[in-house]
Nanobody, 121 residues
Framework: VQLQASGGGLVQPGGSLRLSCAASGSISSIRAMEWYRQAPGKQRELVATLTKGGDTNYASSVKGRFTVSRDNAKNTVYLQMNSLKPEDTAVYYC????????????????WGQGTLVTVSS
């Protein structure tokens, strides 16, 4: 599975951005999609999860402001970010938890390239 993230940019506090993550390859093997972020000098943190079954989960710091969704026809997952704060500034990464079942079972996490979100006036 290959992932291509896009949509980052500069936005003022209180503004909105929508990140996209387009997946290709063995789409049916994806069990969950996640969005992570890494701020300068900090560890990467999990922001949002969307399972194959449609369950979602969010970090407490973004709950109520961020929404993860998908368009199956486009093989794309989105992260809608509203009411952005300066502390949301980070490089955002999408990731896929993949389980490929063939002669053997192969489980791995695939990462997209990061997209920078800067929240500043």
């Amino acid at each position: 599975v290959q992932l291509q993230a896009s949509g980052g940019g500069l936005v003022q506090p209180g503004g909105s951005l929508r990140l996209s993550c387009a997946a290709s390859g063995s789409i049916s093997s994806i069990r969950a999609m996640e969005w992570y972020r890494q701020a300068p000098g900090k560890q990467r943190e999990l922001v949002a999860t969307l399972t194959k079954g449609g369950d979602t989960n969010y970090a407490s710091s973004v709950k109520g402001r961020f929404t993860v969704s998908r368009d199956n026809a486009k093989n794309t997952v989105y992260l809608q970010m509203n009411s952005l704060k300066p502390e949301d500034t980070a490089v955002y990464y999408c990731a896929a938890d993949v389980v490929e079942i063939g002669d053997t079972v192969t489980a791995y996490r695939s990462w997209g390239q990061g997209t920078l979100v800067t929240v500043s006036s």
